[in-house]
T-cell receptor, first 114, second 114 residues
């Protein structure tokens, strides 16, 4: 079945540590996105990528980094510069840059601080 | 900057009732509007997408309407069932299209009582 796979499901970060969240899609979508969800808040866009080797900052990119070396993969690194990383992270994709097709989401990674 | 508001924040109704969830947005220059469902600890599932030129979309017991000029959308759920219990999120895509992400509301937490 086609879809988006996020791993791990749960992740713990120590002070000063960088951690990387994985996102893989087999939908052959060009566009991919990372969102952050906090309790009682709407989803907020961290980074997005229109195509391989291209990505753009979203509304809350500080303390995060991404790469897009392959069409199917869009990993997110939460760096030590992100002082409040505890949240639910969601990866999504859509078919093309001017898409009126819905975004598809993975099942998320919950990040906590040790 | 686009802002999306969902009312009510929470709703509890007996099984079998018809219900309406509301979504409003501040900038009427949108590309499309999506309704999503989110189960606890899970990602988002797309329910309906309404393009800016459309007035409504239907899928089974769900009907979503869009009044772009007034900045409003409603999600109508007919003959509600306990399995409909979830958080429902509304999101808009800006009129620039492109691969920028969606702007989300905070959601309506729906409980259907058996």
């Amino acid at each position: 079945d086609g879809g988006i796979t996020q791993s791990p499901k749960y992740l713990f970060r120590k002070e000063g540590q960088n951690v990387t969240l994985s996102c893989e899609q087999n939908l052959n979508h060009d566009a991919m996105y990372w969102y952050r969800q906090d309790p009682g808040q709407g989803l907020r866009l961290i980074y997005y990528s229109q195509i391989v080797n291209d990505f753009q900052k979203g509304d809350i990119a500080e303390g995060y980094s991404v790469s897009r070396e392959k069409k199917e993969s869009f990993p997110l690194t939460v760096t030590s510069a992100q002082k409040n990383p505890t949240a639910f992270y969601l990866c999504a994709s859509s078919s093309d840059i001017n898409s009126n097709q819905p975004q598809h989401f993975g099942d998320g990674t919950r990040l906590s601080i040790l | 900057k686009q802002e999306v508001t969902q009312i009510p924040a929470a709703l509890s109704v007996p099984e079998g009732e018809n219900l309406v969830l509301n979504c409003s947005f501040t900038d009427s220059a949108i590309y499309n509007l999506q309704w999503f469902r989110q189960d606890p600890g899970k990602g988002l599932t797309s329910l309906l997408l309404i393009q800016s030129s459309q007035r409504e979309q239907t899928s089974g017991r769900l009907n979503a309407s869009l009044d772009k000029s007034s900045g409003r959308s409603t999600l109508y759920i007919a003959a509600s069932q306990p399995g409909d219990s979830a958080t429902y999120l509304c999101a808009v895509k800006g009129s620039g299209g492109g691969a920028d992400g969606l702007t989300f509301g905070k959601g309506t937490h729906l409980i259907i009582q058996p």
